[in-house]
């Protein structure tokens, strides 16, 4: 198990404002856990009383609609943290986090993390920092989700994937998707999805070998956007 000092994401989230007593701390009391890929870290109305920090791999958010299917809220990487904003509530979560590939989390528990919320003032801001870019980003994703096409969604979403989370070596999107998790993300039926999917693949904004999508005319999907 690592110790939180030694631990590079940490750089990446409010945890970053912590000294090295606190992040000591931090990691005699932290419970580390591998997720494996499809598995659940949390799900919606649970009391997870802590956060997690994700150390290795993606997850996504989703919430579930009142007509039963899942819409996917954000995609969580290395480097940040879930739950902040129920342990701040003191509520349930109301979204659901999946790894979409083999994951490594730390836990840390609500207890400690409020003591060093109370104590250091640069932690807590970060906290408040990041919750609040969590509600700009969910103000974005409102406009977006009501303003543009759904062909302008996923030629968005796609370059999204690209620039956030980077490609294989093979040149393919690194953060495999199935067709219903791009819909969800873009918010239409997956059969729509599939259809523009085989569109821009026709047009050669981008090219369908199985579950891989290749991203051909970067310029092309940005007009697609406009």
Do not use: W
């Not at 580390?32 to 802590?50: L, Q």
């Not at 919320?117 to 990041?130: D, E, G, L, P, R």
Request: aromatic fraction near 4%; hydrophobic fraction near 35%; include cysteine.
């Amino acid at each position: 198990m690592s110790k939180c000092e030694q631990c590079i994401v940490r750089e990446f989230s409010s945890l970053k404002a912590l000294n090295k007593e606190e992040l000591l701390k931090i990691a005699n009391c932290k419970s580390s856990y591998t997720i494996k890929k499809g598995e659940p870290i949390f799900e919606e109305g649970e009391n997870v009383n802590g956060i997690f920090c994700v150390k290795d791999g993606v997850c996504k958010l989703s919430k579930l609609s009142a007509n039963g299917k899942d819409q996917i809220v954000k995609l969580v990487s290395k480097g940040e943290l879930l739950g902040q904003r129920s342990m701040i509530s003191d509520e349930p979560v109301n979204l659901t986090a999946v790894a979409l590939e083999d994951m490594e989390v730390c836990f840390i528990p609500k207890s400690e993390i409020m003591g060093l919320f109370n104590q250091n003032n640069n932690f807590s801001m970060n906290v408040m920092k990041s919750i609040c870019g969590d509600l700009k980003e969910a103000d974005d994703h409102m406009v977006n989700m009501a303003q543009k096409t759904v062909k302008e969604r996923l030629a968005e979403t796609l370059l999204y994937l690209k620039d956030t989370f980077g490609t294989n070596d093979d040149g393919s999107l690194k953060t495999q998707l199935s067709r219903e998790e791009i819909g969800s993300m873009i918010g239409t039926a997956t059969e729509s999805c599939i259809r523009l999917l085989s569109e821009f693949n026709k047009n050669g904004l981008i090219e369908l070998k199985g579950k891989k999508i290749f991203l051909k005319d970067l310029k092309g999907l940005k007009r697609e956007m406009n």
